[in-house]
């Protein structure tokens, strides 16, 4: 479940979203650095993130024409339950449901609903979470429901490859920024790759896990590099791009959740947990 820095209509607010625009300046210091998890600690964070993947595939494989996306939610509250794990999103501030499903022009916080039926062409964007053992795994990748239109193919590739361009920054020794500028470079070369005009959704972002679902810092999917608390070699990261067919703004519907782009164009969403390692990126929400 993706951060956000602030994109309501002025006046409002949202409580489904942080907004760590208010993060102290001593934590953007170049003297800071991210939390870093024991290699213990990480492995239980990966036995979390693995039931989040199975989670993921199984709604995957049954999601068709004509199902619903509560009948969606049923699917993965019940794969993490019978795993021993609880869905994170579950009561998370309020939210209703046990994994955010997002059609078409929603980006990202889609309630589940029995009034949402499933159609050929939607594209469809699930994000997960689930605590096991005191750990959070979380999660998100979009998928299409009987045949998608060319631009929508590419559009759902691209931000796939755009998650894991960009993923390959979160190693010791970069800056939160250099994985936010990883992404940035990594859409812009998308659009050639995949022949597709890309906006990268303002205001929107990953952010820290671990403990609990958001941790510090927010993590932008745009801006310069060299900026911010170093990676440091047990940090961990949940890192998720968002990326639409035209504007780059969105806006919140009346639920306080929902986000939509505003000229209806579609989105996709595509998110990993991932781990600084000396080997590497690693990812902790495999789906396998």
């Known amino acids: 479940m993706c951060c956000a820095v602030a994109c309501m209509p002025q006046g409002r607010s949202n409580p489904s979203v942080i907004y760590p625009e208010r993060i102290p300046m001593g934590f953007r210091s170049k003297k800071r650095v991210i939390a870093a998890k024991t290699p213990g600690e990480l492995d239980a964070m990966q036995a979390a993130g693995e039931i989040v993947g199975r989670a993921l595939q199984?709604?995957?494989?049954?999601?068709?024409?004509g199902m619903t996306t509560h009948d969606l939610d049923q699917i993965a509250e019940t794969v993490i339950r019978e795993a021993g794990a609880i869905p994170t999103f579950l009561g998370y501030q309020g939210f209703p449901a046990s994994i955010c499903t997002s059609v078409n022009e929603v980006i990202v916080h889609g309630i589940p609903s029995k009034d949402v039926v499933l159609e050929d062409g939607d594209l469809v964007s699930v994000d997960c979470?689930?605590?096991?053992?005191?750990?959070?795994?979380?999660?998100?990748?979009?998928?299409?429901?009987?045949?998608?239109?060319?631009?929508?193919?590419?559009?759902?590739?691209?931000?796939?490859?755009?998650?894991?361009?960009?993923?390959?920054?979160?190693?010791?020794?970069?800056?939160?920024?250099?994985?936010?500028?990883?992404?940035?470079?990594?859409?812009?070369?998308?659009?050639?790759?995949?022949?597709?005009?890309?906006?990268?959704?303002?205001?929107?972002?990953?952010?820290?896990?671990?403990?609990?679902?958001?941790?510090?810092?927010?993590?932008?999917?745009?801006?310069?590099?060299?900026?911010?608390?170093?990676?440091?070699?047990?940090?961990?990261?949940?890192?998720?791009?968002?990326?639409?067919?035209?504007?780059?703004?969105?806006?919140?519907?009346?639920?306080?959740?929902t986000v939509v782009t505003l000229d209806g164009s579609y989105a996709a969403h595509w998110e990993h947990t991932v781990a600084a390692t000396a080997a590497g990126p690693r990812i902790l929400t495999p789906r396998r």
């Open 58 to 65: 199984a709604v995957k494989a049954e999601a068709r024409v």
């Open 129 to 257: 979470g689930a605590t096991f053992e005191g750990w959070v795994g979380d999660s998100a990748w979009s998928f299409g429901i009987g045949e998608l239109d060319d631009d929508v193919i590419a559009l759902n590739n691209a931000t796939e490859w755009v998650l894991m361009e960009g993923l390959q920054a979160m190693v010791p020794g970069n800056r939160l920024t250099d994985v936010s500028n990883a992404l940035e470079r990594a859409t812009r070369r998308a659009e050639q790759k995949f022949g597709v005009h890309l906006g990268i959704v303002d205001g929107y972002g990953g952010h820290g896990i671990g403990r609990t679902m958001h941790e510090d810092p927010y993590l932008a999917n745009e801006g310069k590099p060299n900026r911010g608390p170093m990676i440091q070699e047990g940090s961990v990261l949940a890192i998720e791009p968002m990326l639409t067919l035209g504007t780059t703004d969105s806006a919140v519907l009346e639920d306080d959740w």
